[in-house]
């Protein structure tokens, strides 16, 4: 399933003139070490082989440039510090909603303006790629 979903995704993205650059391991050592967290295999998967693909108004976070908008520890940072539980991990934000993962893989959505505990809307990323980012 993940490799068909990826290569959809790959189909439909922009093509830049300028492609962004591709992330590596090394990438997520950095950002594990710069959030004191670990990143699920899923979303490590994603983000070394999907996460700079660009389609629709959604931008998942990414890894290897940290000047980035959507430098992951850096929108991690930011949504922890606006109340997002730790134990989860941004994937991508969209206006109040933040998309983000659990440490099991599973995907969900909180919304910071709610207050609310996130709510489940994927069991892993590529489910949440096939049915959000690819339907948006």
Known sequence: MK???????????????IPPEQPTMDDIVD???????????????FLLNSSYEIYGHLEPVTIADSNCHTYLPEVAAEAWARGMP??????????????????????????ETLGEEPEEVAGDVWEWVRDIWLEC
């Open 86 to 111: 730790r134990e989860f991990i941004p994937l991508c934000q969209d206006r109040s909603n933040i998309y983000c993962v659990s440490e099991s893989g599973a995907v969900y959505i909180w919304n």
């Open 31 to 45: 950002v594990q070490e710069a959030m004191l967290i670990s990143v699920p295999g899923e979303l490590r998967d």
């Open 3 to 17: 490799n068909e979903i990826a290569e959809i995704l790959r189909e439909r993205s922009l093509k830049p003139a």
